[in-house]
């Protein structure tokens, strides 16, 4: 078989012998190819630099096609077709590739053909050289154990061996295995046995190698005096006073040296090396370390090493660890104080660090001496605590733990008021903090001692209560440890002698949203046409941040409907706001509230409903509309309200009286308990008309008390008239009889001749006469709910006579 190689580019000399040698390689190639194929494979693929290719390299692919094959020739990268080949010849294709960084597939097809070949070229890297190759002798006569870090990733098998050459000796150089940490990648290492003087020289070095080259580090040499490691001591017991302990070591055989780290076991600080011992053979060795905390727990660690020249030291020992002694408080309590707005005193006080405390705190010792009367009371405290009532008091306050009392804190309660701090500012600084500044009084009497910041989240004064003490010359500080979503008010204090000046911040916060609820306590007064809204503030917890303002909300209409609406913002510090000028009108007023941050507004509140009448009666009507049934409406009306005819004459008694003509006189018991045995009961004299003039039933000729009837009747609202139902009129009828007072004389006056300081008594039959009520309609009464009005024991005080005038309603507003 004949193959042709050609190019198309012009080549010189050496181009044109590269090319030879790529021609040979093919044919090579090729022959094996063809002749183990079979028919099934119509087509062979193979590449210039094999199928493992350095990464970034540049090489060809080829696909070399049976004669059969005359159709259209194609090759794929990835699945994905390429358009740049070229043909080497009629049978042969090739791809040039550059840059390569990633493994890949290369498939070659021949149109009509169902089976394709391909070619699989794995990408890698040469090995880098080894590096930190370090070797340690465990003991005197173990063996010697290398490490090494590989280097570089290949993305391929990359192994390492460690070669070993004794220097003193014409034996070749020997190779380890090398075993991959699976703790620690990359780190590999080998084990070899050695004989001899422990001063004999040694050369090793580490070598990597996989299908693309090999690497091989720097070599290491030493002698075997110097890479012994003797094993690590065993640390046997640590006893401690207060300030210093004293660490017991094992002895290691062969050591001569001693070194212990030490630190605080809560610290995460580095350890802290003492000064190197000498064990010198000993059993047992104790080591003091001086200069410890008291009431600390710390942690101990020891290491051994031969001598100064020789070896390396021994790796650390377990841990071991003890806690100092206690000693009594070193430092005094910070005590800061609170006022109520019921005046009572709380006392604060900061609890002391680890370091300062020197031990567990079990209490605190508060000392009031009264300056006004000169009593002294000692009593123990928690973290805070309620001072008795003084005007003048002189708290000293002590921490105690088991070994003593911290120096004394004195705070005079309550301090004389000072000149406060001037121009008093707060700003932003994260979501966890801000900063409050402030000047030096201007007209400061006294030399300021120093400054004290507090702060707290709004209605948290005891609870959350924190704060700083600064010099005479600061005029700044941060608040930290401050809650997102809260609302924070303080003050700046500026602190004299015997005196106290304070200037209060707030309204501060670091984060906010929209209030989670609306105020809460909401209550409407009506005052004719003033109204009155209360509420308490949002529940904390729900405000979101600092509430900036609060809105009300004033609609005429349901709240669903398209009315409009009316709304009127009140500061955030009110818990009132009135409303003036509200219309009379016959639709209820619907009010609801909410409250807004800076980040804007929350939930609206439940509504509340309420009215503008013109008088009591109007109020009334609406009270006995809105809140009664049917039946206990018309009960109601028959004692409140008047017929639309007023007249007499349908009266039971006037009934009876007109079957004699006359006189009659009625005597009417109001209450039995109220009258004494020696007192008469007081008569009501009774004019008797003619019969035909009232007992006839005739309206068409009214007498003077028919007439009265039929002026009063303008009492009754034209919704309420029974007219046109005769069988309410009939309920609604209602007996009055006329009288007048023992000291008039005329029976005969008109209507037209009576003046208006003439008093005409009306007294109804159902005074006499007590109504059965039924259990349903006292239960009914039970659950009524009233709008706004006076009081209903305003409208009829029966004490006494019962005149018009007790009874008397006010109708200039209808």
């Given at each position: 078989?004949?193959?042709?190689?050609?190019s198309?580019?012009?080549?010189?000399?050496?181009?044109?012998?590269?090319?030879?040698?790529?021609?040979?390689?093919?044919?090579?190639?090729?022959?094996?190819?063809?002749?183990?194929?079979?028919?099934?494979?119509?087509?062979?693929a193979?590449?210039?630099?094999?199928?493992?290719?350095?990464?970034?390299?540049?090489?060809?692919?080829?696909?070399?096609?049976?004669?059969?094959?005359?159709?259209?020739?194609?090759?794929?990268?990835?699945?994905?077709q390429?358009?740049?080949?070229?043909?080497?010849?009629?049978?042969?294709?090739?791809?040039?590739?550059?840059?390569?960084?990633?493994?890949?597939?290369?498939?070659?097809?021949?149109?009509?053909?169902?089976?394709p070949?391909?070619?699989?070229?794995?990408?890698?890297?040469?090995?880098?050289?080894?590096?930190?190759?370090?070797?340690?002798?465990?003991?005197?006569?173990?063996?010697?154990?290398?490490t090494?870090?590989?280097?570089?990733?290949?993305?391929?098998?990359?192994?390492?061996?460690?070669?070993?050459?004794?220097?003193?000796?014409?034996?070749?150089?020997?190779?380890?295995?090398?075993?991959?940490?699976?703790?620690?990648?990359?780190l590999?290492?080998?084990?070899?046995?050695?004989?001899?003087?422990?001063?004999?020289?040694?050369?090793?070095?580490?070598?990597?190698?996989n299908?693309?080259?090999?690497?091989?580090?720097?070599?290491?040499n030493f002698?075997?005096?110097?890479?012994?490691?003797?094993?690590?001591?065993?640390?046997?017991?640590?006893?401690?006073?207060?300030?210093?302990?004293?660490?017991?070591?094992?002895?290691?055989?062969g050591?001569?040296?001693?070194?212990?780290?030490?630190?605080?076991?809560?610290?995460?600080?580095?350890?802290?090396?003492?000064?190197?011992?000498?064990?010198?053979?000993?059993s047992?060795?104790?080591?003091?370390?001086?200069?410890?905390?008291?009431?600390?727990?710390?942690?101990?660690?020891?290491?051994?090493?031969?001598?100064?020249?020789?070896?390396?030291?021994?790796?650390?020992?377990k841990?071991?660890?003890?806690?100092?002694?206690?000693?009594?408080?070193?430092?005094?309590?910070?005590?800061?104080?609170?006022?109520?707005?019921?005046?009572n005193?709380?006392?604060?006080?900061?609890?002391?660090?680890?370091?300062?405390?020197?031990?567990r705190?079990?209490?605190?010792k508060?000392?009031?001496?009264?300056?006004?009367?000169?009593?002294?009371?000692?009593?123990?405290?928690?973290?805070?605590?309620l001072?008795?009532?003084?005007?003048?008091?002189?708290?000293?306050?002590?921490?105690?733990?088991?070994?003593?009392?911290?120096?004394?804190t004195?705070?005079?309660?309550?301090?004389?008021?000072?000149q406060?701090?001037?121009?008093?500012?707060?700003?932003?600084?994260?979501?966890?903090?801000?900063?409050?500044?402030?000047?030096r009084?201007?007209?400061?009497?006294?030399?300021?001692?120093?400054?004290?910041?507090?702060?707290?989240?709004k209605?948290?004064?005891?609870?959350?209560?924190?704060?700083?003490?600064?010099?005479?010359?600061?005029?700044?500080?941060?608040?930290?440890?401050?809650?997102?979503?809260?609302?924070?008010?303080?003050?700046?204090?500026?602190?004299?002698?015997?005196?106290?000046?304070?200037?209060?911040?707030?309204?501060?916060?670091?984060?906010?949203?929209?209030?989670?609820?609306?105020?809460?306590?909401?209550?409407?007064?009506?005052?004719?046409?003033?109204?009155?809204?209360?509420?308490?503030?949002?529940?904390?917890?729900?405000?979101?941040?600092?509430?900036?303002?609060?809105?009300?909300?004033?609609?005429?209409?349901?709240?669903?409907?398209?009315?409009?609406?009316?709304?009127?913002?009140?500061?955030?510090?009110?818990?009132?706001?009135?409303?003036?000028?509200?219309?009379?009108?016959?639709?209820?007023?619907?009010?609801?509230?909410?409250a807004?941050?800076?980040?804007?507004?929350?939930?609206?509140?439940?509504?509340?409903?309420?009215?503008?009448?013109?008088?009591?009666?109007?109020?009334?009507?609406?009270?006995?509309?809105?809140?009664?049934?049917?039946?206990?409406?018309?009960?109601?009306?028959?004692?409140?309200?008047?017929?639309?005819?007023?007249?007499?004459?349908?009266?039971?008694?006037?009934?009876?009286?007109?079957?004699?003509?006359?006189?009659?006189?009625?005597?009417?018991?109001?209450?039995?308990?109220?009258?004494?045995e020696?007192?008469?009961?007081?008569?009501?004299?009774?004019?008797?008309?003619?019969?035909?003039?009232?007992?006839?039933?005739?309206?068409?000729?009214?007498?003077?008390?028919?007439?009265?009837?039929?002026g009063?009747?303008?009492?009754?609202?034209?919704?309420?008239?029974?007219?046109?139902?005769?069988?309410?009129t009939?309920?609604?009828?209602?007996?009055?009889?006329?009288?007048?007072?023992?000291?008039?004389?005329?029976?005969?006056?008109?209507?037209?001749?009576?003046?208006?300081?003439?008093?005409?008594?009306?007294?109804?039959?159902?005074?006499?006469?007590?109504?059965?009520?039924?259990?349903?309609?006292?239960?009914?009464?039970?659950?009524?709910?009233?709008?706004?009005?006076?009081?209903?024991d305003?409208?009829?005080?029966?004490?006494?006579?019962?005149?018009?005038?007790?009874?008397?309603?006010?109708?200039s507003?209808?």
């Amino acid at each position: 078989m004949k193959l042709n190689i050609h190019s198309e580019q012009p080549r010189g000399p050496m181009s044109h012998s590269l090319h030879d040698c790529w021609s040979i390689i093919i044919l090579i190639h090729l022959l094996g190819t063809i002749e183990s194929s079979t028919a099934e494979k119509p087509c062979t693929a193979f590449s210039s630099n094999g199928d493992l290719v350095l990464s970034g390299s540049n090489f060809q692919v080829f696909c070399t096609y049976l004669a059969s094959c005359r159709a259209t020739k194609s090759m794929y990268i990835d699945k994905i077709q390429t358009h740049q080949v070229q043909h080497y010849n009629s049978t042969t294709i090739f791809l040039n590739v550059t840059d390569i960084r990633k493994e890949t597939t290369y498939t070659c097809k021949c149109y009509g053909e169902p089976e394709p070949c391909g070619l699989d070229v794995d990408v890698g890297y040469l090995p880098s050289a080894p590096e930190k190759v370090a070797c340690i002798q465990k003991g005197e006569f173990g063996q010697v154990t290398c490490t090494w870090m590989r280097g570089v990733e290949t993305k391929m098998n990359t192994p390492s061996e460690l070669w070993v050459k004794a220097m003193n000796s014409t034996a070749a150089p020997v190779s380890y295995p090398g075993f991959d940490y699976s703790s620690d990648p990359g780190l590999v290492s080998a084990i070899f046995s050695v004989s001899g003087s422990n001063q004999t020289d040694y050369s090793v070095w580490a070598n990597s190698f996989n299908k693309l080259g090999s690497a091989k580090s720097t070599p290491l040499n030493f002698k075997l005096d110097q890479i012994v490691q003797p094993p690590p001591p065993a640390v046997s017991q640590v006893k401690c006073c207060s300030r210093a302990c004293e660490v017991g070591v094992e002895w290691v055989q062969g050591t001569l040296l001693l070194e212990v780290w030490y630190r605080a076991a809560q610290e995460t600080k580095s350890w802290i090396s003492h000064t190197v011992g000498s064990m010198r053979n000993q059993s047992n060795v104790s080591l003091p370390i001086m200069s410890l905390q008291p009431y600390t727990l710390y942690e101990f660690q020891a290491r051994v090493k031969l001598n100064h020249s020789k070896g390396l030291w021994s790796d650390w020992s377990k841990s071991l660890f003890n806690q100092t002694e206690e000693e009594a408080p070193a430092k005094a309590l910070d005590v800061w104080y609170t006022t109520s707005t019921t005046s009572n005193i709380t006392l604060h006080w900061k609890n002391l660090s680890n370091l300062d405390a020197r031990g567990r705190i079990t209490g605190y010792k508060v000392i009031i001496h009264n300056l006004q009367t000169g009593m002294t009371e000692n009593v123990t405290s928690t973290t805070t605590f309620l001072v008795p009532s003084c005007l003048s008091c002189n708290v000293t306050v002590y921490a105690l733990n088991s070994r003593g009392s911290s120096p004394p804190t004195s705070v005079i309660i309550p301090l004389r008021t000072a000149q406060p701090p001037e121009n008093v500012q707060s700003s932003h600084c994260n979501k966890h903090s801000f900063a409050i500044s402030w000047t030096r009084p201007s007209t400061a009497g006294a030399a300021v001692r120093g400054y004290l910041v507090e702060w707290f989240p709004k209605g948290k004064q005891v609870e959350e209560l924190r704060w700083k003490r600064l010099g005479p010359n600061e005029y700044h500080t941060v608040a930290d440890d401050i809650k997102q979503y809260e609302c924070y008010e303080g003050a700046v204090y500026v602190q004299y002698e015997q005196a106290m000046g304070r200037a209060p911040f707030e309204d501060i916060s670091t984060n906010e949203s929209a209030p989670s609820a609306s105020p809460s306590d909401v209550q409407v007064r009506v005052n004719e046409d003033r109204v009155t809204v209360s509420w308490s503030e949002v529940p904390l917890g729900k405000q979101g941040g600092c509430v900036r303002k609060y809105t009300i909300y004033l609609k005429k209409e349901e709240i669903t409907s398209y009315g409009m609406e009316t709304k009127k913002n009140c500061d955030a510090s009110k818990r009132s706001y009135t409303i003036t000028g509200l219309a009379q009108s016959d639709q209820p007023y619907y009010l609801w509230m909410s409250a807004w941050t800076s980040s804007g507004e929350g939930p609206h509140g439940s509504s509340h409903s309420f009215f503008i009448i013109a008088n009591l009666v109007s109020c009334l009507v609406r009270m006995l509309f809105l809140t009664l049934p049917c039946s206990l409406l018309l009960r109601v009306c028959h004692y409140f309200i008047p017929d639309i005819v007023l007249d007499p004459a349908n009266s039971k008694w006037a009934k009876e009286c007109a079957k004699e003509m006359g006189g009659l006189t009625l005597q009417l018991y109001v209450s039995e308990s109220s009258i004494s045995e020696e007192d008469e009961p007081e008569t009501v004299e009774v004019q008797e008309l003619p019969e035909e003039s009232w007992c006839s039933g005739n309206p068409a000729q009214p007498t003077e008390i028919s007439r009265a009837a039929e002026g009063a009747s303008h009492l009754i609202p034209p919704q309420l008239s029974p007219v046109t139902d005769p069988s309410a009129t009939a309920y609604f009828q209602n007996s009055y009889l006329q009288s007048f007072s023992q000291e008039s004389g005329s029976s005969g006056q008109t209507q037209d001749t009576q003046g208006t300081d003439i008093n005409v008594d009306y007294i109804s039959t159902h005074l006499l006469v007590r109504e059965e009520v039924d259990e349903d309609e006292q239960e009914c009464f039970g659950e009524m709910v009233f709008f706004p009005c006076l009081p209903l024991d305003h409208l009829v005080p029966v004490q006494g006579k019962l005149t018009l005038d007790s009874v008397r309603i006010d109708c200039s507003g209808f």
